[in-house]
């Protein structure tokens, strides 16, 4: 009796162990009825930022019902003409959070009381937090339905699982086994980099990259897979994912770099905090995506990027001298194990005869101090740990025929900046007139200025920005502009369940709107990519039948403001 009392505690232990052990594939519901199409992956490269979640397709259209992926309660709801758009967050037991991201609506439950809070407030844009008992959500519950809405590229549903306390996105696909993916990582390319001043890689004070090619169940890079370098170097590699049946471009999941049998670098992303996404562009050779679109990893780490996925603790980078042979391995596989390898070799050469030339036309910023300079006519101001590394900083300024004003070159497109710097730029007499509708311009590489924005400060206008470039000021005096979409005849809206507009500002951009029917404030969408307004008539509780006035009101950011009347019959 005691041994089969200790067989049964054993089983039962046993048993917690396996279900310990399990992945949690099977604890939530699906967040679509359809057969999932991923689009975007956990942790794929984006501008600025790592993926936080799964985009699922929806077959180019919109209103497919949305699931809530188990028992919780709704703990935050935001609705935005940008980013995630109509998004909702539910809280689960066992310390998840689920997202659900450019809705097209919200259930009628919940979007009656969003539309009530939204007239309360009166403003479409709107942020809400509940507790829990307020708006509960039970399993497979229907919580909205998919759609296009906020800065969304096309219909698509945003799914995301966080971490509740930490708030942490970790990747969906720990929750789902349903999304097949047979492909190994494809590697396109690797880089070589000089990393110290007497570097060099064949013979030359210059990186090199190198397009790879498959063989022999790996990948090499094209041509030579030995390399002849001197100095410190760095290396990365250009690699993205496939899944099986699509050719949508996803991110990996961990990148290991070994050199003569020895891990040293290891990239991991299962979790990662919003706070840190943005040492994205120290991950990245950044200059080598804004000049050729290539996105490149790295495998070494500059000193201020203080991401939390590297899983090695040195910021590893080759020191080759004359003689050496160091054979390098980097092992890259994607959330599903499906294993790539790139392997090449790097022998030392001799040292460059010649010291490396300073360009003293530069200016040395360290990256861990902070940096101010008046010169000029610019005023220049820079946090410390506003660059990932020390940068040499060009500071130029010229005239140019067409613009109103000086044009200040500063810095270079291809140093990321991760904090914002602040620009104070002189004003000449002859625009001081213009007062409040004055703005910083940024200039294009093709020429077009665009704005920065600024306020007025005495004689300066000042503005914080997070890009190095080409700067002047410009003169906003043109107000936004507004008219009716694709309107019916005699604008008799009786067979129709929607009234559009089309709002649009050519340089400062919209900063508010306003509408009124029958001087009532009414709730009109904005859809900020399309330029679009967009007034549901069922929507409005006020709203009967026959003559009404429609009233708006646009502002853009430079103050100038629109209104305009339109008549319509309901």
């Given at each position: 009796?005691?041994?089969?009392?200790?067989?049964?505690?054993?089983?039962?232990?046993?048993?917690?162990?396996?279900?310990?052990?399990?992945?949690?594939?099977?604890?939530?519901?699906?967040?679509?009825?359809?057969?999932?199409?991923?689009?975007?992956?956990?942790?794929?490269?984006?501008?600025?930022?790592?993926?936080?979640?799964?985009?699922?397709?929806?077959?180019?259209?919109?209103?497919?019902?949305?699931?809530?992926?188990?028992?919780?309660?709704?703990?935050?709801?935001?609705?935005?003409?940008?980013?995630?758009?109509?998004?909702?967050?539910?809280?689960?037991?066992?310390?998840?959070?689920?997202?659900?991201?450019?809705?097209?609506?919200?259930?009628?439950?919940?979007?009656?009381?969003?539309?009530?809070?939204?007239?309360?407030?009166?403003?479409?844009?709107?942020?809400?937090?509940?507790?829990?008992?307020?708006?509960?959500?039970?399993?497979?519950?229907?919580?909205?339905?998919?759609?296009?809405?906020?800065?969304?590229?096309?219909?698509?549903?945003?799914?995301?699982?966080?971490?509740?306390?930490?708030?942490?996105?970790?990747?969906?696909?720990?929750?789902?086994?349903?999304?097949?993916?047979?492909?190994?990582?494809?590697?396109?390319?690797?880089?070589?980099?000089?990393?110290?001043?007497?570097?060099?890689?064949?013979?030359?004070?210059?990186?090199?990259?190198?397009?790879?090619?498959?063989?022999?169940?790996?990948?090499?890079?094209?041509?030579?897979?030995?390399?002849?370098?001197?100095?410190?170097?760095?290396?990365?590699?250009?690699?993205?994912?496939?899944?099986?049946?699509?050719?949508?471009?996803?991110?990996?999941?961990?990148?290991?770099?070994?050199?003569?049998?020895?891990?040293?670098?290891?990239?991991?992303?299962?979790?990662?905090?919003?706070?840190?996404?943005?040492?994205?562009?120290?991950?990245?050779?950044?200059?080598?995506?804004?000049?050729?679109?290539?996105?490149?990893?790295?495998?070494?780490?500059?000193?201020?990027?203080?991401?939390?996925?590297?899983?090695?603790?040195?910021?590893?980078?080759?020191?080759?001298?004359?003689?050496?042979?160091?054979?390098?391995?980097?092992?890259?596989?994607?959330?599903?194990?499906?294993?790539?390898?790139?392997?090449?070799?790097?022998?030392?050469?001799?040292?460059?005869?010649?010291?490396?030339?300073?360009?003293?036309?530069?200016?040395?910023?360290?990256?861990?101090?902070?940096?101010?300079?008046?010169?000029?006519g610019l005023q220049l101001e820079i946090s410390a740990k506003t660059f990932y590394t020390d940068i040499n900083m060009l500071i130029h300024k010229e005239e140019r025929e067409g613009m109103i004003a000086p044009v200040y070159i500063i810095g270079d497109k291809h140093i990321p900046l991760h904090r914002s710097m602040t620009i104070s730029l002189p004003i000449?007499?002859?625009?001081?007139?213009?007062?409040?509708?004055?703005?910083?311009?940024?200039?294009?590489?093709?020429?077009?200025?665009?704005?920065?924005?600024?306020?007025?400060?005495?004689?300066?206008?000042?503005?914080?920005?997070?890009?190095?470039?080409?700067?002047?000021?410009?003169?906003?005096?043109?107000?936004?502009?507004?008219?009716?979409?694709?309107?019916?005849?005699?604008?008799?809206?009786?067979?129709?369940?929607?009234?559009?507009?089309?709002?649009?500002?050519?340089?400062?951009?919209?900063?508010?709107?306003?509408?009124?029917?029958?001087?009532?404030?009414?709730?009109?969408?904005?859809?900020?990519?399309?330029?679009?307004?967009?007034?549901?008539?069922?929507?409005?509780?006020?709203?009967?039948?026959?003559?009404?006035?429609?009233?708006?009101?646009?502002?853009?950011?430079?103050?100038?403001?629109?209104?305009?009347?339109?008549?319509?019959?309901?």
């Amino acid at each position: 009796m005691k041994q089969f009392a200790l067989l049964l505690v054993w089983v039962l232990a046993v048993q917690q162990i396996i279900v310990a052990q399990k992945t949690d594939t099977e604890r939530f519901v699906k967040p679509m009825k359809i057969k999932p199409s991923v689009s975007g992956s956990f942790g794929e490269l984006r501008s600025n930022h790592f993926h936080s979640g799964l985009d699922l397709t929806t077959n180019r259209k919109t209103g497919y019902r949305i699931y809530a992926s188990d028992k919780g309660y709704v703990s935050r709801i935001k609705v935005s003409p940008y980013g995630y758009g109509k998004a909702i967050y539910i809280d689960h037991d066992g310390g998840y959070t689920t997202v659900y991201a450019h809705l097209e609506r919200y259930s009628e439950r919940i979007d009656s009381l969003i539309r009530a809070k939204q007239y309360e407030q009166k403003s479409f844009a709107i942020e809400l937090f509940f507790k829990s008992g307020e708006i509960d959500i039970e399993r497979g519950e229907v919580i909205g339905y998919s759609g296009n809405s906020g800065s969304s590229g096309g219909p698509h549903l945003h799914y995301e699982v966080r971490d509740k306390a930490s708030q942490k996105p970790m990747n969906p696909l720990f929750f789902r086994d349903d999304i097949m993916d047979d492909v190994r990582p494809q590697v396109q390319g690797m880089k070589l980099y000089c990393l110290s001043d007497d570097a060099t890689i064949g013979g030359k004070r210059k990186d090199h990259y190198s397009s790879t090619v498959f063989y022999d169940r790996a990948f090499h890079p094209k041509g030579s897979t030995i390399f002849k370098a001197h100095g410190k170097i760095g290396v990365g590699v250009q690699v993205l994912d496939y899944l099986s049946d699509s050719w949508r471009k996803c991110g990996i999941s961990t990148i290991d770099l070994y050199v003569n049998d020895s891990l040293v670098y290891a990239f991991k992303i299962d979790k990662f905090s919003f706070a840190e996404t943005r040492y994205i562009n120290s991950h990245i050779d950044y200059a080598e995506k804004v000049k050729s679109g290539k996105v490149i990893q790295k495998s070494f780490v500059d000193p201020n990027n203080r991401l939390s996925l590297y899983k090695t603790k040195n910021a590893y980078c080759a020191d080759i001298k004359p003689g050496d042979k160091k054979i390098f391995k980097y092992v890259i596989e994607d959330f599903s194990k499906n294993r790539s390898v790139l392997a090449f070799t790097i022998n030392g050469e001799a040292p460059p005869t010649q010291a490396k030339a300073k360009d003293n036309s530069l200016i040395s910023v360290k990256y861990n101090e902070t940096f101010a300079i008046d010169t000029l006519g610019l005023q220049l101001e820079i946090s410390a740990k506003t660059f990932y590394t020390d940068i040499n900083m060009l500071i130029h300024k010229e005239e140019r025929e067409g613009m109103i004003a000086p044009v200040y070159i500063i810095g270079d497109k291809h140093i990321p900046l991760h904090r914002s710097m602040t620009i104070s730029l002189p004003i000449p007499d002859s625009l001081l007139k213009y007062d409040d509708k004055l703005l910083v311009a940024g200039i294009s590489s093709n020429s077009k200025t665009y704005s920065v924005g600024g306020k007025l400060k005495d004689d300066r206008l000042s503005v914080s920005t997070r890009g190095f470039g080409r700067f002047t000021l410009a003169v906003d005096t043109i107000a936004p502009s507004i008219k009716l979409r694709k309107a019916p005849e005699n604008n008799h809206y009786g067979g129709r369940q929607t009234i559009q507009l089309i709002i649009n500002d050519t340089f400062s951009g919209i900063k508010s709107y306003e509408c009124l029917i029958d001087d009532q404030w009414a709730l009109f969408e904005y859809d900020a990519k399309n330029y679009r307004l967009t007034g549901t008539f069922k929507h409005m509780p006020f709203l009967s039948k026959g003559k009404h006035n429609l009233k708006v009101m646009v502002e853009d950011n430079a103050g100038n403001k629109s209104i305009k009347e339109f008549n319509f019959i309901k």
